[in-house]
């Protein structure tokens, strides 16, 4: 993972170049402001003060630089910059660094598990905001992280080896680890065992749990979708269909993102995060088209669409999480198509019952720009999952209302008393922006994890 803590420093009056923030709107007046040479390179160099571009000019450090940008408090400001500029030391012209301070970090950020980076030459940023230094840095390490374990292949990153995510983070925080499997899983979360059977021993599907917090503290819960390769079961997905899914554990590298940061603030909460971590393989075992499952809960679902899956882990784990009688649950998972069909890849859809819930990370989502769209839990289409032999269906016909069906699903599996947020994020960037390479990313971790300091930070 990219060690961020390097790039963004104490300032303590080292040499640095020096980097002014200049809206389009404000280059007209500073323009006016500078000598004729300068004035010159910017006309030879056709500087305007656009968002990411910057011009560069003489100063007795060397070389100083002016960036433009629309707005100088987006997270993104400097991220084109922290892309590329030189190698060296860099401090803002009369400006803290502030929110400004993430994209600088995030720009540098670099997958290198496959191949070595292609420019690993350090920009460093200097600020005197050592409280906001610290935090920004984890939040970056945890986009990092969810970042990693999307863009990793599956056949690295197995139920296995997100169980070992767990444990690490466990060990960092002092937190414990319990891991259902085997015998005991086709017991007690049999929607769980049913959609990872098919896969080989090595990959074989468990509910992973952590704990940590003081037990006299507010309980939430975080649950996060852990197919760490979707074929799409029986139903299986067309080849186009498959190349991504690799990110189907998009949810659970969201889950443990959270987490962390959670733990990091030492939020005074009890926390509990639940990852159900399975492959939806096919083989002799898969489970078929027409199976009624049996659920934690005790419902029967009639499962008409094994490409359906996440929503049957979920169920489960969603159970488990109810059973501790926690004041919110949060879950995130790579979903529906539907929701990307709704709102693309970059805002992901938010059902809750809860308005206060809402509001708070409607409100965090702004704030973070890091956006959710709020999407109806519209009780009108719960009966598109009545089933004629079973409680219901885990996928109903015609595909109409397909993300609002799948959270409505979700739902029967929350306690009625439980403030709930489902978050249908899609983990992938499919085209670069500044800071924001293409491949695997997080949506919504940091709206989420604002809404929870704002509930629990006192």
């Avoid at 929607?191 to 599907?205: I, K, N, S």
């Avoid at 399975?278 to 009624?292: H, I, K, Q, T, Y």
């Amino acid at each position: 993972m990219t060690d961020f803590a390097p790039l963004l420093q104490p300032d303590r009056g080292q040499p640095a170049r020096t980097i002014t923030l200049l809206t389009a709107d404000a280059f007209d007046g500073w323009l006016n402001r500078q000598t004729a040479s300068i004035r010159a390179l910017a006309t030879a160099q056709r500087f305007a003060a656009k968002p990411n571009t910057h011009l560069l000019l003489p100063h007795e450090d060397g070389i100083a630089m002016v960036a433009g940008m629309s707005d100088p408090e987006s997270p993104w400001a400097l991220a084109r910059l922290a892309e590329t500029l030189p190698e060296g030391c860099y401090r803002l012209d009369g400006a803290e660094v502030g929110a400004n301070a993430l994209g600088w970090l995030l720009g540098q950020y670099r997958f290198t598990r496959y191949r070595k980076a292609e420019d690993a030459a350090p920009r460093v940023l200097l600020t005197r905001d050592l409280a906001h230094r610290d935090e920004v840095i984890r939040i970056a390490a945890a986009t990092a992280l969810v970042r990693d374990l999307v863009n990793s292949g599956a056949g690295d990153l197995g139920p296995a080896e997100l169980e070992a995510e767990a444990e690490t983070l466990a060990r960092r925080h002092g937190a414990a680890v319990t891991v259902t499997a085997g015998e005991a899983l086709a017991r007690d979360y049999p929607m769980v065992h049913a959609v990872g059977q098919a896969a080989t021993r090595d990959r074989a599907p468990r509910l992973i749990e952590l704990n940590w917090g003081d037990p006299a503290h507010p309980r939430i819960a975080i649950v996060g979708k852990g197919v760490c390769f979707d074929t799409g079961g029986l139903d299986i997905k067309p080849s186009a269909g498959m190349r991504l899914m690799k990110k189907d554990m998009g949810g659970a590298a969201h889950a443990l993102a959270l987490a962390g940061l959670v733990m990091a603030a030492r939020l005074p909460v009890r926390l509990h995060l639940l990852i159900p971590a399975v492959e939806n393989a096919v083989s002799g075992a898969s489970f078929r088209p027409g199976d009624v499952l049996k659920t934690r809960k005790g419902l029967t679902v009639e499962n008409t669409n094994t490409d359906a899956e996440g929503r049957l882990i979920l169920g489960d784990a969603l159970t488990r999480a109810g059973e501790e009688k926690p004041e919110l649950i949060l879950d995130f998972a790579t979903l529906t198509g539907a929701a990307r069909v709704a709102l693309g890849p970059d805002l992901p859809p938010l059902f809750t019952d809860d308005e206060a819930l809402a509001a708070d990370l409607l409100a965090a989502g702004v704030a973070e720009e890091d956006p959710v769209w709020r999407l109806p839990l519209w009780d009108g289409y719960d009966e598109m999952l009545k089933s004629d032999i079973a409680d219901m269906v885990n996928a109903p016909d015609g595909g109409f209302a397909g993300a609002i069906t799948a959270a409505l699903f979700l739902r029967r599996f929350v306690p009625k008393e439980t403030a709930w947020a489902h978050l249908d994020v899609f983990a992938w960037r499919p085209s670069a922006k500044p800071g924001r390479p293409k491949g695997g990313d997080a949506y919504a971790l940091r709206a989420a994890y604002r809404m929870l300091k704002g509930r629990y930070s006192g």
